[in-house]
């Protein structure tokens, strides 16, 4: 993605008689920077006793919308800040110079309200999303050939039907758009070329119209799907909404502004293996139960997909963090585990304070409050690791009772600043237990998604990645038994 400016005037939604010239820019961080020649008046003033003058507060008001226009494009942008202002007159409102940054802007718009539900549906591409649907509206096939000739190829368009999903009350759609084929005749280049270009989109349609801010929430969990399945962290490519102008008319409008996760165009790279995808699942079967098991484990998955998300940190706060992730996702996974039954743990406490009845209140509130029938760490782990496939958990780990000490011991060292996790002076080995970690907590997954055992085996033996760190982390727990 290129740098964008645009051009225009801008003003309070309250005040659209005090227009400000100025320039939006949007830069490849996704960061949205108004930079106006003038401003507005955000301070706050109190007036003096006896109309002696006014005070000026050090907080300023907020200003949650801007409009503004650039040609003929309308503009609103939302959840502004302002960074710098300067001028002579500044506390008599006189203002030569004002930044703002802006979290969001709405391309296409002037909307009164975020609040304001007028949206029927929302676009989002993906990265990696069309090799993830794993179908193609062109056919290749390459036909017999005649005598010394070569083999004649031959390109078809097909368009697909859009395949579906539901929701609860929201419809999903993954449809597929592909251009006309395009013939350019370069006459002086002495080129001509032939070709055509395809891209996958997710379509949200809720029963009613919703607010802006309705969508976010679901296209964060497909953007985290897409992460899970690529082993790769998947920004979103493009954002729109789309609503129903006053004379029936659909108008799309680009949501712009900071994502959770970009790829650099410098980075991108042309990796195409998959832990799974389409080709292992039906769209239809996989959307809703994706969307239930991420609501229902969504803190776990929002810190195991985090670490994709933001690649760079010490090794021992992104291994707290995963041991964080699988201590949470056990707890939302399996709720009801625990060590002992439930009748002879509440048989057990009633007993323990029937014998120290004659005790101090705090030792009794002690023991009444203190006593939990949850499990340790340790046998959340290996409940945990017992959830996919057999043989796929045992070739990625090798001993799951070695994997589960190690990682509680570092997760208690971490958390609790022992001295023993400063001292360790091995920073390798603790990176292949924070990957084999993250490897096997996809695997679960994608056990609890109902992804078949043969495609959880092949992401453990054919995923370069994951192979490796797996043969590595296998290598220290072999050298810890010598």
């Not at 227009?19 to 008046?41: A, I, N, W």
């Not at 949206?119 to 090799?131: A, D, G, Q, T, V």
């Not at 929430?217 to 102008?245: M, W």
Request: net charge neutral.
């Amino acid at each position: 993605m290129s740098n964008r400016t645009w051009r225009g005037y801008w003003w309070e939604p309250g005040t659209p008689d005090r227009k400000v010239p100025g320039t939006l820019s949007y830069d490849q961080s996704g960061q949205l920077r108004l930079e106006l020649v003038g401003g507005f008046d955000i301070t706050i003033r109190e007036s003096l006793p006896h109309g002696n003058g006014y005070t000026v507060k050090a907080e300023t008001r907020p200003v949650l919308l801007i409009h503004g226009t650039s040609g003929n494009e309308k503009f609103t942008l939302m959840d502004n800040s302002c960074t710098h202002t300067s001028g002579s007159g500044f506390f008599d409102g006189e203002i030569t110079k004002q930044d703002w940054i802006s979290i969001r802007a709405l391309r296409g718009i002037h909307l009164a309200s975020t609040e304001t539900a007028i949206f029927i549906r929302s676009h989002l591409r993906l990265e990696r999303l069309l090799h993830w649907a794993n179908k193609s509206d062109f056919t290749l096939s390459i036909q017999e050939p005649e005598g010394d000739r070569p083999r004649p190829h031959r390109v078809e368009r097909r368009p697909l039907v859009p395949t579906t999903a539901q929701h609860d009350d929201l419809s999903i759609s993954l449809r597929l758009l592909s251009n006309d084929f395009r013939y350019d005749d370069d006459i002086v280049a002495n080129e001509r070329t032939l070709g055509g270009k395809e891209r996958a989109v997710l379509t949200f349609t809720p029963p009613s119209p919703v607010p802006c801010k309705h969508f976010d929430e679901i296209e964060k969990d497909f953007q985290d799907l897409l992460t899970l399945c690529s082993y790769e962290p998947c920004g979103a490519l493009n954002r729109s909404l789309v609503y129903e102008t006053p004379d029936g008319h659909a108008k799309e409008v680009e949501v712009i502004g900071r994502q959770v996760y970009r790829t650099a165009t410098e980075k991108r790279k042309a990796d195409g293996h998959m832990l799974f995808s389409l080709a292992d699942v039906d769209f239809s079967e996989l959307a809703p139960k994706w969307l239930r098991l991420k609501s229902g484990a969504r803190t776990g998955c929002n810190i195991l997909f985090g670490l994709r998300y933001i690649a760079k940190g010490y090794v021992g706060t992104r291994l707290l963090g995963v041991a964080t992730a699988a201590e949470s996702l056990h707890a939302a996974l399996r709720p009801k585990t625990t060590p002992i039954a439930k009748s002879e743990y509440r048989r057990l406490k009633k007993k323990l304070l029937a014998a120290i009845f004659d005790e101090p209140d705090n030792l009794i509130q002690f023991v009444n409050t203190g006593l939990h029938n949850n499990p340790t760490y340790n046998e959340r782990m290996l409940e945990l690791s017992s959830i996919p496939d057999r043989h796929a958990v045992d070739a990625l780990l090798g001993s799951r009772e070695q994997w589960s000490t190690m990682l509680r011991k570092s997760r208690n060292d971490l958390a609790h600043a022992n001295e023993r996790s400063s001292q360790e002076d091995r920073n390798s080995r603790a990176f292949l237990l924070l990957e084999v970690t993250y490897a096997l907590l996809c695997l679960v997954l994608m056990s609890e998604l109902g992804i078949s055992s043969d495609a959880q085996r092949k992401a453990v033996k054919d995923h370069p990645r994951i192979s490796y760190i797996s043969r590595e982390f296998k290598k220290e727990l072999t050298s810890d038994k010598q």
